[in-house]
C-alpha cells in the first residue's frame, strides 16, 4: 500500500493537468478535456492543497469517478492520473483502494474556478436533496400519529407547488379532533410539529405549512396554556414562532408576537441569523416568517387582528 504523500510527491513535477468529465473519458479521452498549464504562478500549489488527502479507509468506489486528473510534465509526458469520486475521495494507482480527502469541496472549487463546474453543481445539488431528505424525516416524525393517513397528500404539496386545500385542511382538523379531544394536547402536538420544520423564513416547502395553518385554528389562550404546561420543552418553543402560522403562507394573516410568559423572546428561525430571502421556486413558499422583519419588503401587507406587543389576547 503506497504512502498518502506519494501522489503529492509525484505532483511535484506536474507542469499541466487534463481535466476530464466522467462522460468524455468513459469514451475516448484522447485529446479532450479542459488542459490547465500549472506553472503559474500559485496553480500547482493550489491545486495540490486541494487535492490533499487525509485517509485510505481502503473502500473503493464501484464508479468510475466524476473527474479524471491527467498530470503531465514539462515535456509534456504523462506524469499520473487521478480520479475524484463525488467530491470525497480520489483513486490513484499507486493507493490500495480510495483516500478521503481532506477538503473536497477545496478541490470541487478548483475544478469549477477552472472550467469544469459539473461536480461542484452536481456535489450541491445532491448534499441539498439530502438535506431536504432529512428535513422531511424529521417532519414526518413530529407529525400527529393520527394524522400519518394525510402524510402523502401533505408532502405532495412540495412536489407540485400547490397548496393545502380546505378539504385536506378540514379532514386533518377534525380527525386530530376526534382522536385527540383535549385542546391542550393539541396544542401542544401542533406546537412540537411546527417546530419541526426546516426554520427557513421564507422559501419554505410547502408542506410545512401545513401545521401552522391547523395551529392557526387554534384559539391563543390553548396555545399560551400548552406552553406553560410542564411538559412544554425546546420544541414546543421553537413551534411558537409560528403561533399564526397561516401568515407563514399569507402573510397578510400573520399575528404580531404576544410574548408567553415565563418564556424566552423568541427566535424567528431556527440557527444563527435569519435567512430571510424570497423566493418564488415552485413548491417553496414566499412570504417573511417573522412580522419583526415586514419593513424590508416593499409595500408589507399590513397583518389584520393583529395584536401590540404587551397588548390583549388576540381577538378572534
Given at each position: ?133 432529512k428535513e422531511e424525516e424529521s417532519w414526518l416524525a413530529a407529525m400527529p400519529p393520527t394524522l400519518s393517513e394525510f402524510s402523502e397528500a401533505m408532502l405532495r404539496l412540495s412536489r407540485t407547488g ?135 419588503l416593499p409595500s408589507p401587507p399590513k397583518a389584520r387582528g393583529a395584536v401590540p406587543v404587551g397588548g390583549p389576547e388576540a381577538s378572534r
Open positions: 500500500m503506497g504512502k498518502l504523500s506519494a501522489l503529492d510527491s509525484v505532483l511535484g513535477y506536474a507542469a499541466q493537468v487534463r481535466l476530464t468529465e466522467a462522460t468524455a473519458f468513459q469514451e475516448d479521452s484522447a485529446g479532450s478535456g479542459v488542459v490547465v498549464d500549472l506553472s503559474r504562478p500559485g496553480e500547482l500549489g493550489g491545486l495540490r492543497t486541494a487535492m490533499a488527502v487525509g485517509s485510505l479507509p481502503g473502500s473503493v468506489c464501484m464508479c468510475s469517478g466524476d473527474v479524471q486528473l491527467e498530470f503531465l510534465d514539462a515535456r509534456g509526458l504523462f506524469l499520473t492520473a487521478a480520479f475524484l469520486h463525488h467530491g470525497v475521495t480520489l483513486r490513484w494507482d499507486g493507493w490500495d483502494g480510495d483516500a478521503v480527502l481532506v477538503d473536497g469541496r477545496s478541490l470541487l472549487r478548483w475544478l469549477d474556478l477552472h472550467g469544469v463546474p459539473g461536480p461542484l453543481r452536481q456535489f450541491e445539488e445532491d448534499e441539498l436533496r439530502y438535506q431536504r431528505a400547490g397548496s393545502a386545500s380546505p378539504q385536506l385542511l378540514a379532514a386533518a382538523r377534525d380527525r386530530l379532533r376526534q382522536s385527540v379531544p383535549d385542546p391542550m394536547n393539541r396544542a401542544l402536538l401542533l406546537l412540537a410539529w411546527c417546530g419541526a420544520n426546516s426554520g427557513l423564513c421564507s422559501g419554505f416547502p410547502s408542506h410545512e405549512a401545513v401545521p401552522g395553518l391547523l395551529l392557526g385554528d387554534v384559539p391563543m389562550a390553548e396555545i399560551i396554556a400548552g406552553l406553560q404546561d410542564p411538559r412544554a420543552d425546546a420544541r414546543h418553543d421553537a413551534g411558537r414562532s409560528v403561533t399564526s402560522s397561516a401568515g407563514r403562507a399569507d402573510p397578510s394573516r400573520s399575528r404580531t408576537w404576544t410574548p408567553f410568559p415565563h418564556r424566552s423572546e423568541p427566535a424567528s428561525c431556527k440557527g444563527p441569523g435569519h435567512r430571510a430571502t424570497r423566493t418564488s421556486r415552485p413548491g417553496r413558499n414566499t412570504g417573511w416568517h417573522d412580522p419583526s422583519r415586514a419593513g424590508a
